[in-house]
Each structure stands twice: as structure tokens, then as C-alpha cells.
């Protein structure tokens, strides 16, 4: 694996690799890597003749400064990860090399509608944050694919959007199915800050989206939401939203539909820690 810090000579090692016509599949991440990040590795490198990973914790896509700092960072085992995952670049730029003029400077872009629900609500700022980094790092790498978690529904959704946005009609955007723990729990950076007691209880998270999903022909969404709301307060969190919406383009939906694919979105927090999922139905 080859690792690189600064802007110009990645450009050139892989402006250089894709004369020889090879394939480029990227794959963004902040880093504290995990089995679901690897699987996203692994999908790049089937896909593709040239696996490139890029490690950077984005301080423009955290609206709360205080998670920003306390955002795990575990560079040497990430690398050990990526190398055993055979993952051929690692891009490790620092906060200058991506923001040389200052965070304020670089293109942004909106999301619209995608920015006022759910997460875009609860995290007001975090997707144009997630947009200008992605979009700077998309014309540093120039990928042909660009692989992303399904954990992130809503981000996966405002990823699709920004290829077009930027002109990058022929760019992939493959969503990788949420690796999860045995219980159910779906793999996360934030897992690590969970104490023994509050990872134990964390799979409820899970077992909600499983009845929400179980219940859509013999429930209301309406009485599932409270029972999973209610299951949620009864074992220490406090939570953000319970939805349902359609899986397409994310409107929110009051009960079931039979005739569109839906998909059930859950953010609660237990302690500091904030944790999010999804289940499409
Ligand atoms: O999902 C993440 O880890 C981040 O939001 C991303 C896509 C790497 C942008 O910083």
C-alpha cells in the first residue's frame, strides 16, 4: 500500500495508474476503521483494478465541536487494517492540505430538501460539510466508483446527489450493505465510546428496526413508533426520531405503504453517545 499525505502526489500516482487504463474505486471514511469499512475495501477491490482509501476526520461536517474532539483516532491500527484488507492507496491528508484557505472557502452544496429532515435537521450543517469534503476529495482521486455504507442512508442519499451536481455523470455511487455485530448492532466509529452496560443494551436499536419491519402488514407505523419509542426510553436512551420514509427519495411517511419501498431510520443517543441505523422494508 502506498501512503499519501499530500494533494499533488496522489493526483500523480493515480493520473499515472489510470493510463494504463485501470479502474479507480474510492472509499471515504474518517478513519477508526471496522469489518464494515473493510467490507467496503473488499467490494472496491473486486470492482476495480485500484482500491483507494482516504482517512480524514472532516471538522466541517461536525456541528458539534465536542464530538469532533472526542472522535476516536486509531491511525497505526487503521493502516494495519488496510494493508491486511490489501487496500493498494491510503490518502492521509491533514485539515491544511484539504482546507489550504480556510474551511469557509471551499464549494458547498445544497442538498435541499435531503437537508431539512431527519439528520439534516438534527445535524444542521452536517451534510454541507460532508458535501465540500467529498466533492474536494472526488477531484483530487477522480474515482470511477465511489463506495459508501448503507448505515448512512440519508448521507448515501446526498452522495448519490452531489456526482450529478458536480458533473460527474459517470461516477458509481455503490452502497455496501451495514455490516453488523452478532447482536444486531450495527458497526460504528461511536461503538468504541460505548461503556460494557450501554454496548449490552445497544441492539435494541436493532430489535426495533426488526419489529417495525415484522409489524408493516399487521400494524399501524403510528403504534410501532410509540412501542419502539417507549423500548428505546426503557433501557436508557434518548431519542432523536423514529421514521419511516420512502426509500427512494426519503419522504417521510405517516404508516405503511404497500405499493413503495420504504425504509425505517432510528437516531437515539444513550450517554454522549449518539447512534443511528436503518432498515429498508
Ligand atoms: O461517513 C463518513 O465517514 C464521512 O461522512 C465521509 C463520507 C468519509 C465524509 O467525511
Do not use: W
Amino acid at each position: 500500500m502506498v501512503i499519501f499525505k499530500n494533494i499533488n502526489d496522489i493526483k500523480k500516482y493515480i493520473s499515472l495508474k489510470k493510463e494504463g487504463e485501470r479502474k479507480v474505486g474510492f472509499i471515504p471514511t474518517m478513519g477508526a476503521l471496522h469489518a464494515g469499512h473493510i467490507s467496503l475495501i473488499q467490494k472496491a477491490k473486486e470492482d476495480n483494478t485500484l482500491s483507494v482509501c482516504s482517512i480524514f476526520v472532516n471538522p466541517t461536517q461536525f456541528n458539534d465541536k465536542k464530538d469532533l474532539e472526542k472522535y476516536p483516532v486509531s491511525t497505526d491500527a487503521d493502516i494495519e487494517l488496510l494493508l491486511n484488507a490489501g487496500c493498494d492507496v491510503l490518502f492521509l491528508p491533514s485539515v491544511e492540505e484539504i482546507y489550504p484557505d480556510g474551511e469557509a472557502n471551499f464549494k458547498t452544496y445544497d442538498f435541499g430538501y435531503l437537508d431539512t429532515i431527519l439528520e439534516g435537521a438534527k445535524r444542521p450543517g452536517h451534510f454541507r460539510g460532508v458535501g465540500q469534503v467529498v466533492g474536494r476529495l472526488l477531484e483530487i482521486v477522480m474515482p470511477d466508483s465511489l463506495y459508501i455504507g448503507q448505515k448512512d442512508y440519508q448521507q448515501c442519499m446526498v452522495l448519490k446527489k452531489l456526482a450529478p451536481m458536480m458533473g460527474l455523470d459517470n461516477l458509481e455511487v455503490i452502497i455496501c450493505p451495514t455490516t453488523r455485530e452478532a447482536d444486531g448492532l450495527a458497526m460504528s466509529s461511536r461503538n468504541r465510546r460505548l461503556t460494557e452496560p450501554q454496548r449490552v443494551v445497544a441492539a435494541v436499536i436493532y430489535q426495533c428496526l426488526v419489529s417495525i419491519q415484522s409489524k408493516q402488514l399487521t400494524s399501524h407505523f403510528d403504534i410501532v413508533r410509540k412501542e419502539c419509542e417507549d423500548l428505546l426510553a426503557a433501557k436508557g436512551f434518548a431519542t432523536e426520531y423514529v421514521a419511516l420514509a420512502d426509500a427512494r427519495d426519503l419522504t417521510l411517511l405517516s404508516d405503511y405503504k404497500t405499493d413503495a419501498p420504504m425504509v425505517a431510520l432510528i437516531a437515539t443517543k444513550i450517554g454522549e453517545i449518539r447512534l443511528i441505523d436503518n432498515m429498508l422494508l
